[in-house]
Antibody, heavy 115, light 108 residues
Framework: EVQLVESGGGLVQPGGSLRLSCAAS????????MSWVRQAPGMGLECVAN????????YYVDSMKGRFTISRDNAKNSLYLQMNSLRAEDTAVYYC????????WGQGTTVTVSS | DIVLTQSPGTLSLSPGERATLSCRAS???????FAWYQQKPGQTPSLLIY???NRAAGIPDRFSGSGSGTDFTLTISRLEPEDFAVYYC?????????FGQGTKLEIK
């Protein structure tokens, strides 16, 4: 069964850092582009970043450039999102996604930025 | 960057009616990497349509997707009570990926 499981969310103070992880199983992880998507409370869906199969290409939405870093470890079948200088507006559910013709999403992990 | 604009923002219809939701892209997108999602309150978005016109597993045939280039449509042929939700389009063929702002389908 194809599965993506996010972890690492939690409560963090403004200006703090957090590293999200996504564990992939049931498919050849190294063959797919992957991405992070987020949804703030009461808001729409927003693409955060995406990465190619070997990690050599990375793209970010402008508002997250310089603060967020997407990476992957194909040996561990894992995707990561390092989030620095967090702001209240980064509070959201963060989803990991497989960017295939038939996309697959995880269930999400919640990040709350608050003092 | 590609901007997706969904219309209308809110659609008020009655069960049994036909719903037509539109998603327009600021430039041509790959149909292979175009999807529609449904989200009900408090739930994770669920995949409805992928590849612009393919229904995901378990999606009833009253849902259909069409379009190419810059104009895409999600049609629900006969609304059931469980179909009232928010619908999002997404393109993930050109980085950075993008979503539409959503169409809320509400009961009239």
């Amino acid at each position: 069964e194809v599965q993506l499981v996010e972890s690492g969310g939690g409560l963090v103070q403004p200006g703090g850092s957090l590293r999200l992880s996504c564990a992939a199983s049931g498919f050849t992880f190294s063959s797919y582009w992957m991405s992070w998507v987020r949804q703030a409370p009461g808001m729409g869906l927003e693409c955060v970043a995406n990465i190619n199969q070997d990690g050599s290409e990375k793209y970010y939405v402008d508002s997250m450039k310089g603060r967020f870093t997407i990476s992957r470890d194909n040996a561990k079948n894992s995707l990561y999102l390092q989030m620095n200088s967090l702001r209240a507006e980064d509070t959201a559910v963060y989803y990991c996604a497989r960017d295939s013709v038939l996309p697959v999403w995880g269930q999400g992990t919640t990040v709350t930025v608050s003092s | 960057d590609i901007v997706l604009t969904q219309s209308p923002g809110t659609l008020s219809l009655s069960p049994g009616e036909r719903a037509t939701l539109s998603c327009r892209a600021s430039q041509s997108v790959s149909s292979s990497f175009f999807a529609w999602y449904q989200q009900k309150p408090g739930q994770t978005p669920s995949l409805l349509i992928y590849g612009a016109s393919n229904r995901a597993a378990g999606i009833p045939d009253r849902f259909s997707g069409s379009g190419s280039g810059t104009d895409f449509t999600l049609t629900i042929s006969r609304l059931e009570p469980e179909d009232f939700a928010v619908y999002y389009c997404q393109q993930y063929g050109s980085s950075p990926y993008s979503f539409g702002q959503g169409t809320k389908l509400e009961i009239k």
